[in-house]
């Protein structure tokens, strides 16, 4: 099994910035893709990015030039640095893994390690 754990949410204004991490223990050797989810109320749950153990990178359209995925080089850590931010990124954030190279942005089924989710609120 491998655990999850998100910190670094909080407020911020509207063009602000926050950065997320997300901390990977127990079987990590499992892990070759981790990725960050959100969900706003009301809403289901989206990819914001995604990041396979070659450091390929993938990003929803809406964050693409604002939020940057990155992982340590112990991959056990996975961060979000989020930039510009805008009130519709207000959500809880989800930290993600898989194993497996397939390393998607659009749909949440294949990962299977979940957080327990971080909150972001951006005020206007």
């Known amino acids: 099994q491998v655990q999850l754990s998100e910190s670094g949410g909080g407020s911020v204004q509207t063009g602000g910035s926050l950065r997320l991490s997300c901390a990977a223990s127990g079987e990590t050797y499992r892990v070759l893709c981790m990725a960050w989810f959100r969900q706003a109320p009301g809403q289901s749950r989206e990819g914001v990015a995604s990041?396979?153990?070659?450091?390929?990178?993938a990003y929803a359209d809406s964050v693409r030039g604002r939020f940057v995925i990155s992982q340590d080089n112990t991959k056990e850590n996975l961060y979000l640095q989020m930039n510009g931010l805008k009130p519709e990124d207000t959500a809880v954030y989800y930290c993600a893994a898989k194993a497996g190279i397939y390393c998607p942005t659009h749909t949440e089924s294949p990962y299977i390690y979940w957080g327990q989710g971080a909150q972001v609120t951006v005020s206007s």
């Open positions: 990041i396979d153990n070659k450091g390929t990178t």
